[in-house]
Each structure stands twice: as structure tokens, then as C-alpha cells.
């Protein structure tokens, strides 16, 4: 298994420098494989998320649809996936990031009964609960 940065995955997603890109490509579609897959952590997943939407100007439902097809990739495995999935599902019905849709289900999965916030986005996904 090797592991891939933010960089890596967005040189592949956006193709926008052709040397990283093309390195980026070979990495992804000729070296991984179901048998040795990529490793997208939680945290490289939220930071993909943000380049996309603050660097790239991608609206929220295409992120989602390359999310979608990071999580569903076989030859990509992102840590602890079904968390993910219940993440994402979560962040595209609401105004949060999708960051804070992590943190909560996380947090749900680790055993919180909730996770306290001052942010009105984020207390309206299912986990957290606003702090007065």
C-alpha cells in the first residue's frame, strides 16, 4: 500500500501541471491496484475537499462526485471509508464542510454522544450540538 498526499490525488484530479500530472497518473493508474492500493487518509480527504472548492472554484456537487469516486475506487482505499461514506452523505444535504461532517461522524464512531461546536453550520449536522 502507498500512501497519497493531498498534491498527489489533486495533480491527478485536475491535471493542471503537466509533469506532476503526468507522475501523478502513471502512480495512480499503473502502480495502483486493488492488490496494492492507494491510502487516502481522513484528514488527506478533508484537505482534497478544500483545494478543490477554494483553489479550483469546484462547486460543492462536484466535489461530491469526485469524493464519490475516490471512496468507490478499487484501486484506492480511504481510511476508515464507511465513516466516509456517512460523512459525505451528511455534508452534501447541509451547509457545512465537509471537514465538520468528519469530525462528527468520527466522533459518533468513536463513541461521543456528541461534539460540542460554536459553528451554526456545524451544529446542524447529526453529532454535534451548538455551545451557548
Known amino acids: 500500500m502507498i500512501g497519497l ?57 462536484k466535489v461530491a462526485a469526485v469524493v464519490e469516486g475516490l471512496l468507490s475506487s478499487r484501486q484506492l482505499l480511504v481510511e476508515q471509508a464507511e465513516i466516509a461514506w456517512r460523512a459525505v452523505r451528511a455534508w452534501t444535504g447541509s451547509q457545512a464542510d465537509l471537514s465538520d461532517a468528519l469530525i462528527a461522524q468520527v466522533g459518533l464512531a468513536a463513541g461521543c454522544t456528541k461534539v460540542a461546536t460554536f459553528d451554526r453550520g456545524a451544529a446542524a449536522l447529526e453529532g454535534f450540538e451548538l455551545l451557548r
Open 5 to 61: 498526499d493531498t498534491n498527489v490525488v489533486v495533480r491527478y484530479i485536475v491535471q493542471d501541471d503537466e509533469k506532476q500530472a503526468a507522475a501523478a497518473t502513471r502512480l495512480i493508474e499503473k502502480t495502483l491496484s486493488p492488490e496494492n492500493p492507494g491510502f487516502i487518509c481522513l484528514v488527506t480527504l478533508a484537505e482534497i475537499v478544500w483545494v478543490l472548492e477554494e483553489c479550483y472554484q469546484a462547486d460543492r456537487a
